[in-house]
């Protein structure tokens, strides 16, 4: 459910559920989790907030591109276990 906020004045039902089918049809997609509309004489002005949209992250591991290693074979996981991490490390900063 978007909250909806109208300040500065009156709007019809109808020109509400106008603004927000324009913002919905502006960012398919996506959700309207909050709408305020400001009315400033002949002209509006709209602030929204979308729904964030959920993401998985991608990193490189041993050559592959993956989100989760939950679906790896035995020696894939053996492979991962036996990277050797590599550092930045230099006698010359102290």
Known sequence: MTDIVVTGGE???KE???YVQYL???NPGRTLKTLQIEVDGDYVNLTYELTPVP???IRRI???LVGTTDRWNNAKLAELND??????SCDCCH
């Open 55 to 57: 993401f998985e992250r």
């Open 83 to 88: 990277r050797v991490t590599h550092g930045m």
């Open 11 to 13: 709007l019809e039902q």
């Open 24 to 26: 919905e049809d502006k």
């Open 62 to 64: 041993t050559g592959y």
């Open 16 to 18: 509400i559920d106008r």
